[in-house]
Each structure stands twice: as C-alpha cells, then as structure tokens.
C-alpha cells in the first residue's frame, strides 16, 4: 500500500494539469490544490497497512448486503476523500458491467477484473471519465460540427486504439492515477467510434486536465470557511488528443448496443453512494436547523416547530429510500450487489425537489446571520472583539459559538462549498430528467394499472372493495 507521502509523490508524474492559467507541476504544494492533496494523503495514511498483500477496503466488490456493509464499516475506520469516493464507484460501475459485457467478447469480463486487480495491488486512485463535452445537445455524437465533443476512437494498430475528445467536471481528476473513460449515453449504429470504454494513466501522453475548484482563494482564515478550506476537491475539463490505449486496458470497442450497460451502472453506483451521503447529509440538515433555532431563542415557536417538523418528515423519507435502496438490492450473474436503480433515482430526484425548500428553512431559522456574521479576522482583532462580542453573545450560545454555527452554515450552503454542493446535488451521476428516465423504466407500471384496473371494476360494489386494496 502507498503512504501519504508516497502518494504525494506519485503526484510528480509528469502529468499535465492546469489551473488559474498556469501548469501545475506538484498539486501537493499547489496552493489551491495542497489541501485536497493533503487530505488525500491523510486518506493512504489512515489505511496504511504495511503487510504484503494488504489492500484499501475500497477495493472489495461486495456480494451481499452484508458484505457491503462490512466494507462501508471497514471503510468508516479510515478517512476519506473525493479520490477514494470515485475509485469505489468506478469500479463497482465496472465490475457491475462486467458479465454483460463478457457475453459480448469474454475478454471485455477479463480485462476488468485484471484491471481491479492491478488498481487494488497498486493502490491507486482512479476518475469516473463519463461526462463529453457533449456541443449540440439534440445532436448525436456524429453529427456535432466537430467530432471531438464526444470522446472517441480516431485510429488503432494491432497493439491499441487512439481516442481523443473532451470530458468535463470530472471530479479529483488530477489528483488520482487513472482515468476510467466511459461512454455517457447509449450509442446507435454507425457511432461505434463512440462506444468506448478504457482506463487511462493521468500522465499518459495526449492528456491534458483544467481544473476548477471551489477552494478559497488568498490567504483565508480557515474558520470561514470550516468546509471549503479543508474538504475541497477539484473538478478536471480533461482533454484526449490522440491518446494511446493499449487493448488490455480497453472494456468495450465499437459495440453500440452494450455503450449504455457502463454508463447505468456508473449511474447507479454513483447516485447509490449520494444516496447514502443524501439521508445523512438531511439529518445533518434537521440538527442545524435545530441549533439555530435555539441560538435565535426560537425553538419553542410554533411556525418553527412545524419548519423543523417538515425537516424532519423530509429527512425521514431519505432514509427510508436509502434503506429501501439496499433492501432491494439485486444480484449481477457474477454475484456482485447492486442497490435499487428505483429507490436511488427516486430519491436523487427527491432530494433535489426538495432541497430549495430545506435550505429556505434552514436560511428563515437562523436569519441574515448566515451571510452577514463578521469573519474570524475580525472578531479576533482587539479594537473589535468586545463590541462583537458583546453583540453576538447571547444565551444559550458564546459568541465563538454563534459565529462557529453561522459560518459552517454559510459555507456549507450559501457560499463556496454550499453553492458547489446545491449544483452537484442535482446534476453529479444524473440530472433530474435522467432520475425520471430511470424511474419510469424500474417501475412496475403494470402492476400498478391493475391495481387501477382491479378498482375500476369493483367501483360501486362495496363488497370487492377491500379485495381491491380500498378501505
Ligand atoms: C460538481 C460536479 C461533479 C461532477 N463529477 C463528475 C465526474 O466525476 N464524472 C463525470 O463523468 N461527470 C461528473 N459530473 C457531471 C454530471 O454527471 C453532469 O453534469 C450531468 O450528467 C449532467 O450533464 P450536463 O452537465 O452536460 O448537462 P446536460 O445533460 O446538458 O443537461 C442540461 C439540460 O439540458 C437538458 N438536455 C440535455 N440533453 C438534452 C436533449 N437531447 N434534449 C432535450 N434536453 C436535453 C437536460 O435535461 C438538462 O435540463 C459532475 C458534475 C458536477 C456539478
């Protein structure tokens, strides 16, 4: 396994990233980019295990709920990041893949758990690479007035394929080793240039990633920004120009009809784990808004009760989903699990809907404060701390402890990593119409228009009511 320090250097591999206009040639001592690097490494360091054949929990394809429990318990015993989040996903999305594309060429199966052998044994951490450039959103792939929106094969020898073509806001790209290309969409005939999946080096030749992030600029106090600060990662616009793949790291080549199998299983693997975070993410949401009733003297009030009360039903509900998502969990031919596609687009839809809402609750609870509470620097400095103090010290709360409570709540959801979280909530593994999509497509709406047809027919006979499921 790779220490933080070793994965630190792993960084200086030659690999071209960009960010604010210019190359970044060690992220680690990048300023913008050191604390995501940083906590990366705190990452290898909590799972360092210096015994032969050791291995990060994230590694472990589950077979069984069970099994995916005791991974996520074995992987709570560590700290984790954005890169060790997007390896798990990624390659759950393809060993999930797998068997179907196995029965296309039994290489395809091969190639991918030799593939998850050689990230494990090597401890590396890999990007989902789905997201093209995309142009013309109406236009298909081979129809866009420049080739490259989407990602795709321009050349190939006995040894490989070349593929070139733009992904964006490809999440800790370059911060991890790989990038695991995927299609985004189903492919039709005559896009077989398009149908691509591979694993890519991040410093292989042709590579090139712009990065953004919401990491503070300057030289801010971290207490302002409790979560930006600490917790930031950035997003990768990564660009192929006539990048070498060799056959052993391809997944699928050419065959349209299988292009989609990847890009769901991502899907569903990466809304599963959002699901997860999303029913604790919503009771962290009722705990703050809880606390800030109570610094505003408000928490007996009526009307606030009945806001916390919605809260609560709200965060409620994302647990039932979640829970239910693992309920029913299914089962790949090759024994892998894989949660309800249903419950987790459901409630990935759900929770955007309703995230406005929590936040216009949460925002109401504590009052202009959230965005207006003067900043740590300020508060510190002599000729200022008693006047603001005093007015920011009331029961139950010391002042610290107001300004604590409305900074975390600025920058968790009306500032940098709140406004980047709000988006990401919403479009990360999926936006809204392609949570209905996959909804309508898990539904049984058989099942359910003979429930209607059953009602129908018993409408006006009391006696077959019941037998209709009325009451
Ligand atoms: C912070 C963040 C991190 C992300 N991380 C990753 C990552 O690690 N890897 C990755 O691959 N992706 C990542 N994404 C990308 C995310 O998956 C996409 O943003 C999402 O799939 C939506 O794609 P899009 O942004 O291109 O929007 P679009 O798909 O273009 O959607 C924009 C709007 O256009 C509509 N629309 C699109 N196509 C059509 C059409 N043909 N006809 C009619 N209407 C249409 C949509 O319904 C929507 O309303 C990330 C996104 C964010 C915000």
Redesign the pocket.
Known sequence: MMTGEQYKASLRDGRRTYLDGERVTDPANHPRLKVAVERAARVYDSFYDPRPGAFNPVYIMPKSVEEYEERRALLRKGETDMTLG?TGVVLLALATSAPELGHLKPEYRERIYDYIEFVKANDLRC??????A?GH??LRPNQQDDPDFYVHVVDRTSEGVYITGA???????SLDHELVV?P?KAMRPGEEAYAIACAVPVNAPGVTIIDTTYAPYGDYDPRDYPVSGSRNCP?GFVVFDRVFVPYERVFLDGETSHAAVLAHS?GLW?RAEGTLHAADDADRMVGLAALLAEANGTADQPHVKDRLAWLVVYATMCRAAAEAAMLHARKTEDGLLTPSPLYVSALKYYRSEMMAKVLDIVHDMGGSLIVNAPRWRDFDNPELHTALAKALGTEPLTAEERLQLFSYVRDTTADAYGG?SY??G?????????QRLVAMRQYDLERAKDLARKVLKSAGRAEEGSAAGLV
Do not use: F, N, P
């Not at 919403?426 to 392609?434: D, E, M, P, R």
């Open positions: 997007t990007a989902e690479v789905v997201t093209d995309k959103r109406k992904k964006m806001h490809i999440s800790g790209a995927l985004t997003e991502l990466e980047w988006v990401t919403q479009l990360a593994g999926g936006g809204q119409h392609a």
